[in-house]
């Protein structure tokens, strides 16, 4: 059975702050890693992960994948109030199925 | 482009009742896909469809059934609503991009409570 396990469960920073969110994961046939926000309502797309190794970067967001250690970071600096939400990571295997893990929630006080 | 669009938005059901979900994406996606999510759990995947005409059974497929008569839309049927039904639905649509699959959009979800 595919598995995402996904730590902290939650935490609180300030604003200013870095945060690094974790993703560790088991399933068959791997295909890719996606990380996902998700504040009130539909889960928005950050990244998309394929190579070990090769980090993906949006602004104050970014994200490696170790597919030899099978996790995944997406770390976030400068933290602002808007980047409260929760954290999704999800692993894509053979079939078009994605796995989700049960999501980092991040809240960024002033 | 309105992409994934999901009605009801709310909805209360007594138990036994029977209802239908709809989910309807305008970006021609090949693949569609319903979710459940419950606090804490992340999404699970109910069912799935690769194409018109087809569907497939995710991971938590029992009391639900889907239809996808047309490629823009993707129904889920619950027969008999039972309390442990209650939840927030999702759906989600996305197409193969030649190297591999796209991320999913997902619509802006359905909150259902069974009474």
């Known amino acids: 059975e595919d598995k995402v396990v996904q730590s902290p469960l939650s935490l609180v920073v300030h604003e200013g702050d870095t945060v690094t969110l974790n993703c560790s994961y088991e399933?068959?046939?791997?295909?890719?890693l996606l990380w996902y926000k998700q504040e009130k309502k539909a889960p928005t797309f950050l990244f998309m992960l394929?190579?070990?190794?090769i980090e993906k970067k949006s602004g104050r967001l970014s994200s490696i994948l170790d597919k030899k250690e099978l996790f995944s970071i997406l770390n976030i600096t400068a933290t602002q109030t808007g980047d409260s939400a929760v954290y999704l990571c999800?692993?894509?295997?053979?079939?078009?199925?994605?796995?989700f893990g049960g999501g980092t929630r991040v809240l960024v006080k002033p | 482009n309105a992409g994934v669009t999901q009605t009801p938005k709310f909805r209360v059901l007594k138990t036994g009742q029977s209802m239908t979900l709809l989910c309807a994406q305008d970006?021609?996606?090949?693949?569609m896909y319903w979710y459940r999510q419950d606090p804490g759990m992340g999404l699970r995947l109910i069912h799935y469809?690769?194409?018109?005409?087809?569907?497939a059974k995710g991971e938590v497929p029992d009391g639900y059934n889907v239809s996808r008569l047309k490629k823009q839309n993707f129904l889920l049927g619950l027969e008999s609503a039972a309390p442990s039904q209650t939840s927030v639905y999702f759906c989600a649509s996305s197409y193969w991009g030649g190297e591999g699959n796209q991320p999913q959009h997902f619509g802006d979800g359905t909150r259902l409570s069974i009474l």
């Open positions: 970006m021609n996606h090949e693949y």
């Open positions: 399933v068959t046939n791997f295909r890719s």
């Open positions: 469809s690769v194409g018109e005409g087809t569907t």
């Open positions: 394929t190579s070990s190794g």
């Open positions: 999800a692993v894509e295997a053979a079939g078009n199925k994605l796995t």
